[in-house]
């Protein structure tokens, strides 16, 4: 489950999608189910936590020497 | 009287400083139809200006030209700003075009119109090429003025709806001459820099001559050879412009790029939970489903009486070991008969026989053999004895005793008959114990042998 949080977002919300679909196909053998489900609710607490808990991203502008600097937005035009 | 005459130079001098001078042909407005229309290689055009009754030649240096948003054709209506002056070699005045608009359509929107056909024909704008966004972008790079309204609009939304894309700001000119290699400048090194997922390219809303920037072919070449997917936001709704269908995909204005590159964290958050209750639902129904199976094996015979079970097995177990011991019997039997067949056959070759045999034969020959010996062997003996008697018959001496003599010459020559033998010849009569030397007195022969 350590990987789990090494994937992006989008690769959990792809991996969780796949999961409930295989589970709602209801043909999975129980042990498997078990083993999909406690996957699922892994990623979907990974999904969550990136989602809820990370810090919001630093917007940043590039100035005339190419480099990277934070950046306000300007209330006045 | 000659020094009257003026030269064709002096005169056209003359007329040429009058049209210079004359405040009405300078700064001209005129208004006609474009023919004889010609775009030189040195980037002057040459062409006429005409209306139903009369023409005028006119010419537009590349220096004026090169300013045009449209580009010239024949029996284009046209409104001119210019002078009037003389081409001296030629003697002949032409308008000097400073500037040119398309009469009844603004020269802007046939340019847009110009452009966006020629592009199109060379498939910029077809839907197969355009590049789909990323579902979770992680980092936005948003082309336009870091001043305006845009950049707040399309930054406010995406920090509303998902604060945790990296977002930064690549400042260009959005209006102005400048604005076009600004902007494909902006965009190129957007593609040059890795990180980028999407890029937003755009700037609030504004007349057409202050969205011009948007409508070049520079932009558009930028937009069309980005690795980046480009959402285009260019003014309101209503304002289409070349990098608007350029752009893999058009918003309607900024804070709608910003919605369209953007999920919005409420509703994943909500999937989300949504996934997490479907799992948690699939799950449970999943095990109840395998309680209630288990519980039915648990209720089952076998579980409830097993001794059954065994006793059953243990019947069955009887059964087999019987079927086994069968089985295994005939079997046997089966195999003692096959060697039992195969001893017979065996001794009946064994060589003992044929060594008895052939001492049998052996035997019989031997009888045979001496059998037709000893006959051989008597045969034998009666010929030689009865051979010994047929000599013993023979035999002169025998003949003799009983009286028989044999003559002889005296030359020792056998006499057989009487003339073999004259008279007074000397004979030898030899008899079985001896012999008479004699004399022939006398020859008698009888007839046919008689005597």
Redesign the interface.
């Given at each position: 489950m350590e990987k789990d949080s090494n994937l992006s977002f989008e690769e959990a919300m792809a991996e969780l999608e796949k999961i409930v679909e295989k589970l709602e196909k209801g043909d999975v053998p129980l042990e498997k189910a078990i083993s999909y489900y406690q996957e699922g609710m892994q990623l979907s607490k990974v999904c969550n936590d990136k989602l809820s808990n990370v810090q919001e991203k630093m917007t940043k502008i590039m100035n005339e020497q190419g480099q990277f600097e934070s950046f306000e937005i300007q209330e006045d035009e | 009287m000659e020094d009257n005459y003026l030269t064709v130079s002096a005169l056209t001098k003359y007329i040429k400083r009058k049209f210079t001078t004359d405040p009405h042909l300078k700064n001209l407005w005129l208004k006609g139809e474009i023919s004889n229309f010609k775009h030189h290689s040195r980037g002057h055009m040459y062409l006429t200006i005409k209306d139903d009754n009369a023409r005028v030649q006119a010419v537009m240096f590349a220096g004026n030209n090169r300013r045009l948003k449209f580009q010239p054709e024949n029996g284009m209506n046209v409104l001119i700003r210019g002078d009037i002056g003389v081409f001296e070699q030629f003697g002949q005045y032409q308008l000097y075009i400073q500037q040119m608009e398309p009469d009844g359509i603004g020269s802007l929107y046939l340019a847009f119109e110009q452009l966006k056909e020629k592009l199109s024909k060379k498939g910029y704008f077809d839907e197969q090429r355009k590049k789909e966004l990323?579902?979770?972008p992680?980092h936005i790079g948003i082309i336009t003025s870091?001043?305006?309204?845009a950049?707040?609009d399309i930054?406010?939304t995406i920090?509303r709806r998902y604060?945790?894309?990296?977002?930064?700001?690549?400042?260009v000119l959005v209006q102005g001459e400048n604005a076009p290699s600004s902007i494909a400048g902006a965009i190129n090194?957007a593609n040059q820099i890795t990180g980028f997922d999407v890029l937003i390219v755009g700037r609030g809303g504004g007349s057409i001559e202050e969205l011009w920037g948007f409508n070049e072919e520079i932009v558009a070449n930028a937009i069309y050879n980005s690795q980046i997917p480009v959402v285009s936001a260019v003014g309101h709704e209503t304002d289409m412009t070349i990098s608007d269908f350029a752009a893999d995909v058009r918003a309607p204005t900024p804070t709608g790029a910003a919605e369209i590159a953007v999920p919005s964290?409420l509703e994943?958050?909500h999937?989300?939970?949504s996934?997490?209750r479907?799992?948690?639902r699939?799950?449970s129904e999943?095990?109840a489903t395998?309680s209630q199976h288990l519980n039915r094996i648990k209720q089952s015979y076998a579980f409830r009486y097993p001794e059954q079970l065994i006793a059953q097995k243990e019947q069955e177990l009887d059964k087999y070991v019987e079927r086994l011991g069968t089985a295994f019997n005939h079997e046997r039997r089966r195999k003692d008969e096959r060697l039992s067949g195969l001893n017979a056959r065996l001794e009946a070759l064994h060589p003992r026989r044929q060594i008895e045999r052939t001492i049998k034969d052996l035997k019989q020959l031997n009888k045979q053999l001496n059998y037709v010996m000893t006959k051989q062997l008597e045969q034998s003996q009666d010929r030689q004895q009865n051979s010994l008697e047929k000599l013993t018959l023979l035999n002169p001496l025998e003949t003799m005793k009983r009286g028989y003599a044999i003559t002889y010459s005296s030359s020792g020559k056998l006499l057989k008959t009487v003339k073999d033998a004259a008279e007074s010849d000397e004979i030898t009569v030899k008899l079985s114990d001896g012999k008479l030397v004699s004399r022939v007195l006398d020859i008698e022969e009888e007839k046919d042998g008689e005597g």
């Open positions: - | 990323p579902k979770f992680e870091p001043t305006g309204a950049v707040r930054i406010t920090k604060p945790i894309v990296q977002t930064t700001i690549i400042p090194k964290t994943l958050l999937n989300v939970s996934m997490q479907s799992l948690t699939i799950i999943k095990t395998a």
